[in-house]
Nanobody, 115 residues
Framework: QVQLVESGGGLVQAGGSLRLSCAAS????????MRWYRQAPGKQRELVAA???????NYADPVKGRFTISRDNAKNTVYLQMNSLKPEDTAVYYC?????????WGQGTQVTVSS
């Protein structure tokens, strides 16, 4: 059974930083594409960042240059480093792994950026 557990969210002032973690079990993150999504109140869930098994990364335009996705194979964990946070980054952030016979999501972690 695939399980993803996010942590690291919280309240931060604009311009601050947070690092989100996504601890995985039931899969090996190094051989899977891993993604971070976010959903703000009243808005659709949107893809924020992704990392492939080959460590290629891509980012949504609003976060390019500010967010960095990475993984620690030894800890089987994926991270999202978020710098220069803005109030519009406020959302629930979700970790996702799309697989051949699964599409697993974490429970989400709240990020609130105050102005």
């Amino acid at each position: 059974q695939v399980q993803l557990v996010e942590s690291g969210g919280g309240l931060v002032q604009a311009g601050g930083s947070l690092r989100l973690s996504c601890a995985a079990s039931g899969i090996i993150v190094s051989i899977n594409a891993m993604r971070w999504y976010r959903q703000a109140p009243g808005k659709q869930r949107e893809l924020v960042a992704a990392i492939t098994s080959g460590r290629s990364t891509n980012y949504a335009d609003p976060v390019k240059g500010r967010f960095t996705i990475s993984r620690d194979n030894a800890k089987n964990t994926v991270y999202l480093q978020m710098n220069s946070l803005k109030p519009e980054d406020t959302a629930v952030y979700y970790c996702n792994v799309p697989g051949p016979n699964y599409n697993a999501w974490g429970q989400g972690t709240q990020v609130t950026v105050s102005s």
